[in-house]
């Protein structure tokens, strides 16, 4: 069995996380959040880093997939957000998860089937897809369909792989033509 861990990263409160899946079916693990009202924000990056460190030493999963940073209105926000998601990296990295990462867009597309949806939406269709009565918070359930979003394209990321590994560019030959 896989186990994913998805990560909505905040500079305030970051979110987690955790299904179980397989070919065939997801099952919810554990979600929560970290929170980080108080602090610098070098005390709080450390907390980011400690948080994710705990839950993956507590259900080792076995990859992690985070949210990219969305630059809106605000770019001092998203810089922030950005030093949030590179220290959940770090603990990922740490403990030796690979880490992909995936855009808001994506993941509410993949969740919804509407890019544009909005957090209750996908708070709605995660709860659906995992059979949950209720999710405590946006973070975790945001943090759940990024776990979703990957889970979703694992077959895809390993056709890719697969196809490069049945013909590599020096093997390809062009057809010849007159």
């Known amino acids: ?27 919810y693990l554990d979600s929560g ?18 948080g994710i460190s705990a839950v993956i030493d507590q259900h080792r999963p076995t990859i ?9 209105i605000n770019p001092q926000s998203a810089l922030k957000i950005g030093h949030a998601r590179g220290s959940a990296i770090c603990a990922c ?9 995936y855009a808001a867009r ?18 709605y269709m995660v709860q659906m897809l995992l059979q949950l009565e209720d999710i405590q918070t946006r973070d975790e359930s945001d943090a759940l369909a ?8 694992i077959p895809m990321l390993d056709s890719i792989q697969d ?13 010849v033509t007159s």
């Open 1 to 27: 069995m896989l186990k994913i861990l998805g990560i909505d990263p905040g500079s305030r409160v970051t979110g987690f996380g955790l299904i179980e899946c397989d070919a065939n079916r997801i099952r």
């Open 33 to 50: 959040v970290i929170r980080l009202n108080e602090g610098d924000l070098p005390e709080r990056l450390l907390r980011i880093y400690e």
């Open 64 to 72: 992690a997939a985070i949210e990219k940073v969305f630059v809106s």
């Open 93 to 101: 990295a740490a403990n030796k998860l690979t880490v992909s990462e």
């Open 106 to 123: 994506e993941i509410k597309q993949s969740v919804t089937g509407i890019g544009s949806a909005d957090k209750d939406q996908v708070k």
């Open 146 to 153: 990024v776990a979703i979003t990957h889970y979703q394209r």
């Open 163 to 175: 196809s490069h590994h049945r013909i590599s560019p020096s093997e390809f030959v062009p057809p």
